[in-house]
Every structure is written in C-alpha cells, then in structure tokens.
C-alpha cells in the first residue's frame, strides 16, 4: 500500500518554486525546509514520544493529542500526519478555514494495547506506517522530507523506512539538552540564571554552599524533560535531603515515562540504580528567578535560524506557568513589550539562535524561554531559561492566528467535566457563536486537540483538551475566558493530576 502526496511546487523558468517562498507565510514545514536551503514537499508529524528514549521525556499521555496541534496549523503544499480525529473535525476545521484543499492531513488510527494505551509505539503514527505503507510524492520529483518535532538516529530509520528524507543536524537529545546550554554559555555570551550541571552527588552538594542557595528555593531539572514535566522546585534553602529526595522524584517521573511509553530501552539500562544520573545526561540545579531582583516577565521569543546565518524573530510571547510546578498551561503574545525591553531579549536570543546554529546544525523555527528581570540597581537583564529546538506550544496558534486574521489571541489548556467524543461536543460546550465565531468582533473558541483517543474498537473519550482563543485584544479574550469558566470549563488542572 500507498500513500500518495501531491506535489505543490511550481515551475518558474525551469525552477522549482515552493509555496512558501510565493507567499511567505510562517509554516511548520516550508519555513524549516526554506530555512534549511531545501525545495520539496514537507510532511510533518509531533512526535514528543518517538522510539528515542533520550529524547526530552513529556508525560507520555500527552503525546497522541500534541500531535494533533499541527493538523490546523497546516499550511498549502504541506502533509502532516496525526492520530485519528475526533469525529466531525477535520470537516469543522475545513469549515471556519484553517484546513485548505491544497493541504493533505493524513490520520493513522492508534494502536491498541492494555500494557501500553499511549506513547510509543502505540500512539506513534510514523511506527503504525512502518512495514505498511510507503509514502511518495504523485510524480517525479524528490521524497518528501520528514519535518517531525524531535530527531535522532531512530527516526531516521522510521522515516527511512517510509521513504521520506530527513535534515542533518544533531539529535535532538543534544540540540535540546539544558546541561549543552548552560555549559555553552560562557563562550556564546548570553546570561542565564545562577545555576550548576550537576553529575555527582559531590556536585550536588557543592550547590548547598553556593550564595543562590537562599530562601528564593531552587529548581532541579531533567537535561531532556519538556513542558514542566520533569521539573521539581525545591521551596527555601536546599538542604541535602531536599536535594536528594528531588532527584529521587524526578527519577520516578522517568521511570514513570518508560514504564508508559515502552521505549526500545529497558529504564533500567537508561538508568541504571547505582548511577546518581543517566549516564551522558547531568542534570541542572538553577536558582530561581526571584534570586536576580524583581520579574518583569516570564516570557519566549521564537526565532528562525537560517543555514545562511540569517536569524529571524517571529515574535515575544508572555508564558503561562503554574507558580507551583512550572509546568506549561499556555500563552499569549507579548505585544506591549517595550522597544528597550525588547532589544535586551532579543539581545541574549540571538546569541542562543548562533550557539543552536554552530553547535547544533540546527536550522528552523525554535523557542528560547527567559526572564525578563529588574535587578537591585534597577538595570534590566534577560536570563535565558531554556532552548527547545523544535516549533513549540506556541508555534501552531501564531499560525493560527495568521490564518483567522486574529488581533490578539490566547493558547491554553482546558481542563473540564464534559469528556467529549465529537467535535459537537466541543460545539455544544462552548457554544456555537464561539465555536463559529469572529476573531474580529465577537470572539472565537477553537479547539487546538483533544485527549480523546479515537479508535475503531471504541473511543476513550477524555474531558480535557487544547483550545486557542481569538479576539479583538486581550481584554477581550479574557472576557471570553471569564464567560468559559461560567461554563465549567477550567483553566488549572486539578490537584489530583486530572488527566
């Protein structure tokens, strides 16, 4: 078996043209293949858990539903490839025009296991493919280039197995490593937040004596953990049992994700029990922002790093964190950012944007998180907190956005009673003038992916799920929120981990 995937190019004088370089849309794929000097048809998938098991490490419950997020972000000439939709979708994203007939989705249904209900390989749709199917392009010319979230040897055998090529830069276990960022810094020049790698238990304990180990807290971090998952604060002074037992923590998270994901390797050889850390993988211990003076902002900037050394800034974005955990619940653009404020991010980004070119080979679009703080003589620094090589969270809304001529818009997780099971569900819970709406006068609510997990033996319908709010500024999509929430839908998960 097939699958066929038109080829969107143009012919210009015997050159082949590709869309993106016509319009000049920001894009999942044509940007990373333009940014990488290549013409062609790009298929993009997320794949957050993957058979890499040193890639950054999400809960794996996520992965089949982050995936989704790029199926409305799709742009003219691109393929992107998901699990199966909840009914009624894919026709409703068509409708309100963020699906266009010149953009191909294809749906792999997940797999079915009682050990394993998600992360790989269940809910990995390139692995379904494998051994089935082979994807081609519909005439003559190159294969299709794999554009997928995260990288590595064995997804280059997955895409090499459907015929599809793949760029050349490094795994994404180095180009994402928070240890590779904070060791480069120094020689690349941008700053980051008092911190240490740490290797050993010795290392661990030097942090003990250090002068930002204050009443502040710390924060302990997985080299490769993503999206808050693999992050634990350590509230006041750190002792060496606090210390010791946040290690220990995280150490459960991981075996957690093996234990869910079914990794091709055992957590046990990944991280044996008489070794302090995974070996190759040190962890960081960072102090936390409050230690530099007062916060303006939690913020991101995303940027594309071109094989030419260009470096473009898409835009700043304001974080929404949990105070808590840290873990990611959404975003929003930062457009009151001022132009001061703005040079000295953009400052520090671009020093990540050359170390992440050199370093890493890595070309496209990418993430820097930072700090936006106001220090004890009132000058303003930005500290870079992490670099996640890849589109992130925010990536698919500003495409989004784009595409709806939204002014202003916000991204973030739901969290309901409703589980839902179709796209009428969603309909009904938010109401079909949201639903159905104007990002420019009323206001609209569309759903980004859903937890549900869609299968042919039965669906398992979950009550969370993604959405992106559209309006004429923010105070108007916060009036939208505040008009959600009467409708039981939350924006904080519960304390007992819902979903």
């Keep these: ?35 990488n000097g290549i013409l062609g048809t790009p298929l993009i998938t997320g794949n957050y858990v993957s058979p890499e098991h040193r890639l950054p490490l999400p809960a794996p419950i996520g992965d089949h539903y982050l995936r989704q997020t790029f199926v409305p972000a799709v742009q003219e000439g691109e393929v992107v490839v998901c699990n199966t939709l909840v009914e009624g979708l894919l026709r409703y994203y068509k409708q309100v025009g963020l699906v266009l007939n010149d953009s191909q989705v294809i749906e792999v249904e997940p797999g079915n296991t009682e050990s394993v209900p998600y992360g790989y390989p269940v809910t990995d749709p390139l692995q379904a493919l494998v051994n089935n199917v082979q994807i081609r392009v519909d005439d003559e010319c190159s294969p299709a280039t794999l554009i997928s979230t995260f990288t590595g040897p064995e997804i280059s055998a997955q895409a090499d197995a459907l015929g599809l090529l793949t760029l050349e830069r490094e795994p994404s276990s180095k180009s994402n490593s928070k240890a590779l960022l904070r060791e480069s810094s120094v020689a690349y020049g941008f700053s980051m ?26 924060w302990l971090k997985f080299p490769t953990g993503s999206g808050g998952d693999l992050v634990y604060r350590i509230e006041g002074k750190a002792t060496p049992e606090a210390l010791l037992n946040g290690i220990h923590k995280l150490r459960e998270v991981v075996a ?66 949990s105070p808590e955990t840290g873990e990611y619940l959404g975003n929003e653009p930062f457009n009151d950012i001022d132009e001061g404020m703005s040079a000295v991010v953009e400052e520090q980004v671009n020093r990540v944007g050359e170390f992440n070119m050199t370093h890493n080979r890595y070309y496209g679009i990418q993430g820097i ?131």
């Design 193 to 218: 937040l008092p911190g240490a790698v740490v290797r050993t238990e010795e290392e661990l304990n030097a942090v003990l004596d250090t002068d930002w180990n204050t009443e502040n807290g710390i």
């Design 369 to 499: 998180d930072w700090f936006l703080m106001r220090g004890k003589d009132g000058a303003v620094n930005a500290y870079v907190v992490e670099l996640n090589s890849r589109p992130t969270a925010n990536t698919p809304p500003v495409i989004m956005a784009e595409k709806l001529h939204a002014p202003y818009w916000i991204n973030t997780n739901v969290f309901t009673d409703q589980p839902i099971r179709s796209v009428d569900d969603f309909i009904d819970l938010v109401g079909p003038e949201y639903a159905y709406g104007s990002p420019t006068e009323g206001g609209m609510v569309v759903p980004q992916a859903f937890r549900t997990i869609v299968r042919r033996k039965g669906i398992e319908a979950s009550p969370n799920f993604k959405i992106l709010i559209m309006g004429s500024g923010p105070e108007h999509c916060r009036e939208i929120m505040q008009l959600l929430e009467s409708k039981k839908i939350k924006f904080r998960p519960q304390q007992d981990g819902n979903d």
């Design 1 to 35: 078996m097939s699958i066929f995937i038109k080829n969107f190019t143009s012919e210009d004088n015997g050159s082949r043209i590709s869309i993106l370089m016509v319009h000049q849309e920001l894009s999942l794929g044509q940007t990373t293949l333009q940014a």
């Design 256 to 321: 957690q994700s093996f234990k869910e994901a079914n990794f091709t390797m055992p957590f046990e050889e990944f991280w044996p029990s008489n070794v302090f850390v995974p070996p190759d993988l040190p962890f960081v211990v960072e102090a936390d922002a409050k230690e530099m003076g007062e916060i303006i902002a939690n913020g991101s900037t995303q940027i594309i790093t071109n094989k030419n050394g260009a470096i473009n800034t898409i835009g700043h974005f304001k974080q929404l964190t």
